[in-house]
């Protein structure tokens, strides 16, 4: 059976993700705001996405 395009997103953004060799971060966006664009597009509220994003960027450092 042959999945839409919307199908297969969804599928790689919720069940098989992505590694890229390079780090692929949008340069205009914070470290922080770069976290919370998969988190976005996994469905994530707003507000949600900028909690799980300050926590793990607080675990990493990355906040000021």
Do not use: H
């Given at each position: 059976?042959?999945?839409?395009?919307s199908?297969?997103?969804?599928?790689?953004?919720?069940?098989?993700?992505?590694?890229?060799?390079?780090?692929?971060?949008?340069?205009?966006?914070?470290?922080?705001?770069?976290?919370?664009?998969?988190?976005?597009?996994?469905?994530?509220?707003?507000?949600d996405?900028?909690k799980?994003?300050?926590?793990?960027?607080?675990?990493?450092?990355?906040?000021?």
């Amino acid at each position: 059976k042959e999945m839409s395009d919307s199908s297969l997103g969804k599928l790689r953004n919720q069940k098989i993700g992505f590694v890229f060799q390079n780090f692929n971060l949008l340069p205009k966006l914070t470290a922080w705001e770069n976290v919370q664009v998969p988190l976005v597009y996994a469905g994530l509220s707003a507000n949600d996405s900028k909690k799980i994003a300050y926590e793990y960027c607080s675990c990493a450092t990355l906040l000021p």
